[in-house]
């Protein structure tokens, strides 16, 4: 089992405690678990931790499910980041906070929280919830940092909807332009709450995450939120093709341009509550604008693209990003389901050109000539309809 940590606080029994007769000890104290242990993951606990042990309400020690793994020299991950107070494999050299206990055992991370923050990567997020069924405490309540969506024989599911549907649980989201490495050195940057309803929950997440260097702002949109920070890893996908065929700035530039258009199409034909403002918050055009620039999926579709398309994307994640994982392949697969179901791969030719582009069916050059459709009157009408 995982250690424990002393908080600088008194400990008290449940976070509803209302017993006790210390102003602080009667405010309720909330319990973190962040489920998960990447690069993003650990950025998550290490923000979190810096302000449960500043704020009142949260509990000072911060959980950390690790995935375990073992490292090359036979230690366990979950070990070493205790032993360290660093995550020695997804993000060396950053203190974590000490009081960030990183723990193997899932049922037991989990056991105490009311406050679970899911950052994994999308495709292990089922696998996950059908272990945490029955095992989470009541009235929890959940948050994704996860980019990307599941697709179901009924159509798509938010990762947000996987969660409140396999637990029961109320789940917001955080996107935004957010490359962890960058948050990780506390550089400037800004993030976005989504919510469905309840407003003060979703201010209490952004209070948790809040800091100095990382704003966070509250918005009710929970699916135009969520549908940004996972249709752009497509985008992106799209925009290291261009740069691996040296293609120059102003045809990313366009790339984007267009992916923006097809990200907000796409969200408002599946949710039409979906609102405009939500594409000019951090988690819309700032988060398109950095993962083009700087991100996992641009690097890995740049190397594709370089490669003549002889490698494959699996291979290429493997070499290029230590046991990083990338969501925009895989996202682009799901989309060109929903696409192909529905009939409208012709009003969304970026999306469903880089989904054939990565399984090998299309050069990658077909991303400049397909995009270039985008600009034809019809598909500009055939958009229109739905923006
Ligand atoms: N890294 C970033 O800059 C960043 C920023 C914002 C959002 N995100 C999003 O956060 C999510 C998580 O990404 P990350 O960067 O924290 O992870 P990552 O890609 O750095 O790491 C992969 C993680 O998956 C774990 N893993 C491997 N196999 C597993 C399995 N079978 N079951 C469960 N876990 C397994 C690994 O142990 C590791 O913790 C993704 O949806 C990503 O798009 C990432
Ligand atoms: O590195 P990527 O491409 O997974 O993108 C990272 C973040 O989502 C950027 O906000």
Redesign the pocket.
Do not use: C, D, R
């Given at each position: 089992m995982a250690p424990s940590i002393e908080g600088k606080r008194p400990e008290v029994k449940s976070p509803m405690n209302t017993t006790c007769c210390n102003r602080e000890e009667i405010t309720p104290r909330y319990r973190v678990t962040v489920v998960?242990?990447?690069?993003?993951?650990s950025v998550a606990a290490k923000l979190i931790a810096s302000n449960t042990v500043k704020l009142p309400i949260f509990h000072d020690e911060v959980r950390m499910w690790v995935?375990e793994?073992i490292l090359p020299g036979g230690e366990k991950l979950s070990k070493a980041i205790n032993q360290t107070n660093e995550n020695v494999k997804?993000l060396p050299g950053i203190k974590l906070g000490k009081n960030v206990i990183a723990d193997p055992d899932l049922e037991n991370a989990v056991k105490e929280a009311n406050m679970l923050v899911f950052?994994?990567?999308?495709q292990?997020v089922a696998?996950?919830c059908k272990r945490l069924v029955g095992k989470i405490k009541p009235n929890t309540e959940a948050i994704s940092?996860?980019?990307?969506m599941e697709v179901k024989t009924e159509g798509p599911c938010m990762i947000s909807k996987l969660i409140t549907d396999m637990l029961g649980i109320n789940c917001c989201v955080l996107m935004g332009a957010?490359?962890?490495n960058e948050i990780a050195v506390e550089k400037f940057s800004e993030a976005t709450i989504g919510y469905k309803q309840d407003k003060e929950v979703a201010q209490r997440w952004a209070r948790l995450f809040c800091t100095p260097y990382f704003l966070v702002s509250v918005v009710q949109d929970v699916e135009g939120v969520e549908l940004c920070g996972t249709l752009k890893n497509v985008v992106a996908i799209a925009a290291g093709l261009v740069d691996g065929m040296n293609m120059g700035n102003n045809t990313k530039a366009a790339i984007m341009r267009i992916g923006l258009r097809e990200m907000r199409a796409l969200s408002k034909l599946l949710f039409p509550s979906v609102r405009d403002s939500t594409f000019f918050e951090s988690c819309g055009v700032a988060d398109l604008i950095t993962t083009c620039l700087g991100g996992r999926n641009r690097k890995v579709a740049e190397a594709f693209a370089k490669s003549g398309g002889k490698r494959s994307f699996d291979e290429l994640e493997a070499e290029l990003l230590g046991?990083?994982?990338l969501?925009g392949v895989s996202t682009a697969k799901e989309v060109y389901e929903i696409l192909s179901h529905r009939g409208w791969q012709a009003i969304f030719p970026l999306f469903t050109t880089v989904h054939e582009i990565c399984i090998g069916q299309l050069p990658s050059s077909a991303i400049v000539e397909y995009s270039e459709q985008a600009t034809n009157f019809s598909i500009v009408e055939g958009l229109a309809q739905y923006c």
């Open positions: 998960g242990s990447g690069n993003w993951g995935f793994e997804y950052v994994t990567p999308h292990f696998g996950i940092l996860i980019k990307g957010n490359i962890a046991g990083q994982k969501q």
